[in-house]
C-alpha cells in the first residue's frame, strides 16, 4: 500500500479519496531510458453495475465463504499480509501479527497475538523465523515503541525478527535497521541453504530524514544465517537505477526505490515492482541482483505494486496500485486499464530476457464510490497445464483469473462483501488473497481472517499440489503436465 505522508510518521491510514486527483504529480519531463513502453490497450467490455448491499456477500456459484474470524484488540488495526507453514497462517496487523491454526480450514482458532506496533509489518517465515516488516519511523526497535519523526536521527525503522519455534509464544530475538524502513521484503533461499536474504523494499526519501536520503533507487539484502539468525545483518544496497528510474508524471508516481519485489527462486529470477518501473531481475547472486529488462507505462499505470509469475516463469503480472489502496477507482469513471493488473509476456534467454505487454486485466464489477478498491496481492493457483490467479481488490472483494490467454484473460470466480458504508467511504477490503493447500485465506483490513473454498474443474488439479511452507513473494513451482 502507499504511504501518506504527515510532515513525517511514515504511517498509513486507511482512508477514501475522491476518484479524481489520485496521484500528485513528479516532474514532467522524462530522460532517454532503455525502458518499454506500453502500447494503448483496445476497450475491455463495460462493467456490471449490480452493487450488493452493506456487507451483503454476493459471489459466483464456484466460489464461497467458509469461515471468518473476526479481529480484535489490540491486534484490531490495519490488516496486511499473510504467510503459511505447515497447519498455521501467520497475518500481519499494523498493530502485530496473529498465529491461526488453520488444520481445519473451515475452523481456524487463534494459536497467539503479538502486540508489536509498525506499520505494513509485512511478514513472511522459514523454519523457526518470522520476518516483520516496519516502515513508520519509531522511537526505537522494541515492540514498545512509539511513532516518532524521521528526521530524528535517533528514530528507527527497519526488520524484525522472531522465533516461532514455540507457536504460542514467539519470540523477539534481532532488528536489522535498513535505509527509509522496510515497506515490504522478499525472502530469498541462500543456495547452500545456511542463510536466508531478505530483500528489503522502500520508498519515499527525503532530504530531511537522515536515514532516508535521496536519491534512493536501491534495495537493502539483509543476510539471515539459519542457525543463527542473531547475526543478521545487511551486505548489500544494490543500486537498481543507476542512470535514475522514471522521474514521475501527472499520472505516474517516480520511482524512489521499490515497492515490492517477487522471487522466482529456482530459475534465480526475480520481478521488481518499482513505482514507476517493472523490472526483471537476475538473481543468480543473491547478494547481488543485476536488472536485466525494465518496462514502464506511462498512459494507464500509476504506481507498480507487486508482481506475480506463471509457473514457467514466461510471464509476469504487475499490479497497479492506483490511488494508494485508499480511492474507489472501481468505477466507470476509472474505467478498466488504469488500477489494473497489466500481464507480460517474457521472452528469451539469460541477460536478453524481454518483457512484452500482452493486456490489462481489471475485476468487471463495478464497485460504489464509498469504497477503496484496486490491484492487490494475489498468488498463483497450481493448476496444471493453465495459468490461474487468486487476487485481492480491497473492497472489490477476491477474484480468479484465468490469464492462460495472456492476450485475453478472463475472470472464472469471484467473491465480495458490499461496502461498509453505504453513504460515507470507509476504507477495508482483502488485503492479501492467496491460495494455499487447497482453500483460499484473505486477510482483510476490517473484517479479519476470511476462508473460502473454490470449486470448479478448470482447477481440480490444484489439489494435487500441497506447501509446507508458503510466502507468496518467494514463488516455489510446481510439477507442470
Not at 527462486?265 to 547481488?288: F, H, Q, T, Y
Not at 488473497?433 to 483490513?445: L, M, Q, R, V, W
Request: aromatic content about 8%; glycine content about 8%; hydrophobic content about 35%.
Amino acid at each position: 500500500m502507499i504511504r501518506l505522508h504527515k510532515p513525517r510518521l511514515r504511517q498509513l491510514r486507511v482512508v477514501a479519496l475522491a476518484t479524481t486527483g489520485l496521484l500528485v504529480a513528479g516532474a514532467l519531463v522524462a530522460p532517454a531510458s532503455s525502458a518499454q513502453t506500453v502500447p494503448l490497450a483496445a476497450p475491455a467490455p463495460a462493467l456490471t453495475n449490480t452493487i450488493p448491499g452493506v456487507d451483503e456477500i454476493v459471489s459466483s456459484p464456484n466460489l464461497r465463504q467458509i469461515a471468518n474470524l473476526p479481529k480484535v484488540a489490540p491486534l484490531d488495526a490495519t490488516n496486511s499480509d499473510i504467510a503459511f507453514q505447515g497447519r498455521y497462517a501467520y497475518a500481519g496487523n499494523y498493530n502485530g501479527f496473529v498465529i491461526y491454526d488453520i488444520s481445519r480450514p473451515s475452523a481456524p482458532t487463534v494459536k497467539a497475538r503479538v502486540l508489536c506496533p509498525g506499520s505494513q509489518n509485512d511478514i513472511s517465515v522459514h523454519g523457526d523465523l518470522l520476518f516483520l516488516s516496519t516502515d513508520s519511523s519509531r522511537s526505537d526497535d522494541s515492540c514498545n515503541s512509539t511513532p516518532q519523526g524521521a528526521d530524528v536521527k535517533g528514530s528507527w525503522e527497519g526488520i524484525k525478527v522472531f522465533d516461532i519455534k514455540d507457536k504460542a509464544n514467539p519470540r523477539y530475538i534481532k532488528s536489522v535497521e535498513t535505509a527509509c524502513g522496510s515497506h515490504t521484503h522478499t525472502l530469498v533461499p541462500g543456495k547452500d541453504r545456511k542463510a536466508v536474504y531478505l530483500y528489503v523494499s522502500s520508498y519515499s526519501p527525503r532530504a530531511e530524514f537522515p536515514d532516508c536520503q535521496p536519491p534512493h533507487d536501491s534495495i537493502s539484502i539483509i543476510k539471515v544465517p539459519v542457525k543463527k539468525p542473531t547475526d543478521a545483518a545487511v551486505v548489500a544496497t544494490p543500486n537498481l537505477f543507476p542512470d535514475g528510474g522514471f522521474p514521475g508524471s501527472q499520472t505516474g508516481s517516480a520511482t524512489t526505490g521499490c515497492h515490492d519485489i517477487t522471487a522466482y527462486p529456482s530459475k534465480d529470477l526475480a520481478a521488481g515492482a518499482c513505482m514507476g518501473d517493472g523490472v526483471l531481475l537476475d538473481i543468480k547472486n543473491r547478494e547481488a541482483p543485476r536488472v536485466i529488462n525494465r518496462v514502464r507505462d506511462e498512459v494507464n499505470f500509476a504506481f507498480w505494486h507487486s508482481a506475480t509469475f506463471n509457473n514457467s516463469g514466461t510471464k509476469v503480472v504487475f499490479t497497479d496500485e492506483l490511488g494508494g489502496g485508499n480511492a474507489a477507482t472501481c468505477n466507470e469513471t476509472v474505467g478498466p486499464n488504469r488500477g489494473a493488473n497489466a500481464i507480460y509476456d517474457i521472452a528469451g534467454r539469460g541477460d536478453a530476457r524481454t518483457m512484452t505487454f500482452r493486456s490489462y486485466y481489471k475485476i468487471p464489477r463495478a464497485n460504489a464510490d464509498t469504497e477503496n478498491c484496486v490491484a492487490h496481492n494475489g498468488s498463483l493457483i497450481p493448476v496444471l497445464g493453465k495459468d490461474i490467479m487468486v487476487q485481492a481488490w480491497y473492497q472489490g472483494g477476491i477474484s480468479v483469473f484465468d490469464f492462460t490467454d495472456s492476450a485475453n484473460p478472463k475472470e472464472i470466480a469471484f467473491w465480495e462483501r458490499g461496502p461498509l458504508s453505504a453513504d460515507t467511504p470507509v476504507g477495508g477490503g482483502a488485503w492479501s488473497a492467496y491460495y494455499y493447500n487447497g482453500h483460499i485465506y484473505s486477510n482483510d483490513i476490517a473484517k479479519g481472517l476470511d476462508v473460502l473454498e473454490l470449486n470448479d474443474w478448470r482447477t481440480w488439479t490444484a489439489n494435487l499440489t500441497r506447501y509446507q511452507e508458503l510466502n507468496v513473494q518467494t514463488q516455489p513451482s510446481y510439477l507442470g503436465w
